[in-house]
């Protein structure tokens, strides 16, 4: 199997995302999480999961990548 942490890995009954170096520590995310809107608005398509994209946005931002 991958060990790309972008593939889910399972732990008992559930899967766990691996925190990649760089990626926001708990504790951060706990802070930024409640100034997000929410993941599943009330009309429309659902939002992706706002962790990994904002562990994208800051991807790209440290690495310079277009």
């Known amino acids: 199997m991958f060990s790309n942490s972008l593939y889910p890995k399972k732990v008992g009954d559930r899967f766990a995302m ?3 170096r760089g990626d ?3 504790e951060r995310w706990a802070r930024l999480k409640p100034l997000l809107p929410p ?3 009330k ?4 939002n992706n999961d706002h962790r990994t994209v904002v562990n994208g946005i800051l991807w790209i931002l440290r690495t310079g990548a277009p």
């Not at 009309?43 to 659902?46: A, H, L, Q």
């Open 18 to 20: 691996m925190i990649n």
């Open 24 to 26: 926001l520590s708990n």
């Open 39 to 41: 993941e599943k608005p």
């Open 43 to 46: 009309t429309g398509k659902p």
